[in-house]
């Protein structure tokens, strides 16, 4: 055959579907896909590909799940936190309301045991103001001989060499006292005691709980016992 003859039969293109000028089909031949066949190695590459890409898409979706979640969370623990945190805040105020009831029948008992107790610290404790006091009074109930000779014990132990004025005073509560010299005065109730460490715990537990100024107890008058 000569090349003339091939050209002359050669078709550049080939179409499935044949228009005609208005537009309408004029041939159309099913479409036939070109079977391949492919090699072992090409299969192989082609799944382990197709694997490849399933493991990324798993595990991109696994990424998208988890932020969700952290998501999810986080609005969770938004939403819980001031609920959390007033449980946390009436749980602390009620077992400090519990202690400090606690530790008021023990006082309470230990004061009724020991009524002069608190007298003989406070003798202790303001030694140094009273040792050159001429006179010092004090007013408590249950002074008897055996009591005033144990104060008198501490007070001379506390450094005072001067005159001691005791006042029964029974309409005084029980471990109360005043006492009184030339340059001051000091006194203690058990009641009013009470009624200052509750002020202040629950001032205490208000700072901590964000509801209240923090507490300046450093300037607190030691005299008052």
Known sequence: MSIRSDIASARPFSF??????RGDVRAARPFQPAKRAYLPA?????VAGARLEARE?????IESLRAMAKVEIAQAM????????SAVQSHRDNAAQLA????RIIAGAALDRMPQAPLRAALESLGAEIDAAP?????ARGLDDQAREALQAVAADAGFTGLI???EDHAMPVAAFQLEWADGRADFDPAEAAGRIQSTLAAALAAEGGHGEALELAGADRRHF
């Open 57 to 61: 898409a798993a595990l991109a979706e």
């Open 165 to 167: 004025a005791f006042r």
């Open 100 to 103: 400090l009831a606690a530790a």
């Open 135 to 139: 006179r010092l009074v004090v007013r």
């Open 78 to 85: 938004a939403v819980a936190m001031p609920a959390l945190a």
């Open 42 to 46: 090409e299969v192989e590459a082609l």
């Open 16 to 21: 499935d579907t044949e228009f005609d000028d």
